[in-house]
């Protein structure tokens, strides 16, 4: 190589100097030429690659032509990292939440207080018209009885007005005993009517006694089955409510049961993600030649960091992170990818 190189700039003098004359020509690439075998040689140099993935330009800590150590920063997503932690903190909250969420059981319903039993009415009992009828059949016989008194009488009498000579008194007292006797058949003629009068009301009121009775137990039977109707509708709807509040209690348990689940595999997701933003340190000590940025995939941008790193120093241990081929010559490329 270093030969080479002389002879490419001996070539490159003549050319220039073609017009001059042969002999100072000749020995001034003579002495071109003592001079670059005396120079020092070189130092051999490799050129490593190194690959990566970052946020956003700003997370790169070096640029085109930064002279870096081995163990220095390179890349850094401090800002991501920022993000990330506040989101974490965010979700831990929301996990304490929803632990600490308190959903309160329903209770079940106190049931209703049964109507009481409705009181029988108490029943009329049985009626006797014996006295009503009594009284008639004895109506009745001082009738019978008053007739035929009567009817003797006016036989008398007749008797009487047919004996010759008798005394008028004696016809006057029979007459005004016949009149006595009928006036009594009267009365007991009379005595009947209102007998049958008494009894016939009797009964009449019976009946309407009878009629406000039915009236009184259908009453009570519609009291009785309008309370328990009114019962059983408030131990229905006592129920009803029970079951909805305990479909809510259940539906507001799978929620924040769902919720709390996905909360925390979104923390889960943010560690993982936050375990995966690694510091990339240069593992040798070199110069930055290029940055070039090689596309963008999802969210990230590709960045292969060209550094030139010189053979004839000891190099220090190289960062897990990254890697590259101990006897690499000059230009020649070790690849090592690290993603954020």
């Known amino acids: 190589m270093k030969y080479l190189l002389i002879f490419s700039l001996l070539l490159l003098s003549a050319c220039q100097q073609q017009k001059a004359q042969p002999g100072a020509l000749l020995t001034e690439n003579k002495a071109l030429a003592a001079e670059i075998i005396a120079a020092p040689a070189l130092p051999k140099t490799k050129l490593h690659k190194i690959s990566l993935a970052v946020t956003e330009p700003s997370d790169l800590k070096i640029k085109a032509g930064s002279l870096v150590s081995a163990g220095q920063i390179i890349a ?17 909250l929301a996990v304490k939440r929803l632990e600490l969420q308190v959903i309160t059981r329903p209770e079940k319903p106190l049931e209703p207080i049964p109507p009481k039993p409705v009181p029988p009415l108490k029943d009329l009992g049985d009626i006797s018209y014996q006295q009503y009828e009594a009284a008639i059949e004895k109506a009745k016989k001082e009738l019978e009885r008053a007739a035929a008194e009567l009817s003797l009488k006016d036989k008398q009498i007749d008797y009487i007005k047919g004996i010759e000579g008798i005394d008028t008194v004696i016809i006057e007292h029979e007459l005004a005993a016949s009149a006595q006797l ?30 406000q009775h039915s ?28 079951q ?26 943010i560690d993982d993600s936050i375990s995966k933003l690694s510091v990339i340190r240069s593992p040798y000590d070199g110069t930055v030649r290029r940055i070039k940025f090689t596309g963008q995939i999802d969210n990230k941008l ?14 220090p241990t190289a960062n897990p992170s990254t890697s590259s081929a101990p006897n690499s010559s000059i230009d020649s490329n070790t690849t090592n990818t690290t993603t954020f």
């Open 76 to 92: 850094d997503q401090e800002r991501e990292k920022a993000r990330l932690n506040q989101k974490k903190e965010e979700l831990t």
């Open 182 to 211: 009928e006036a009594k058949a009267k009365d007991a003629a009379i005595e009947i009517e209102l007998a049958q009068g008494k009894l016939i009301s009797a009964k009449e009121d019976r009946q309407q006694k009878e009629y």
């Open 215 to 242: 009236l009184d137990v259908a009453k009570r039977i519609e009291e009785a089955n309008t309370a328990q109707s009114f019962y059983q509708r408030q131990v229905a709807e006592n129920l009803i409510a029970y």
């Open 244 to 269: 909805r509040q305990s479909a809510d209690y259940e539906k507001e348990q799978r929620e924040r049961d769902y919720r709390l689940t996905q909360t925390r595999l979104q923390l889960s997701a």
């Open 302 to 315: 590709g960045v292969d960091i060209s550094l030139v790193v010189s053979l004839d120093v000891d190099r």
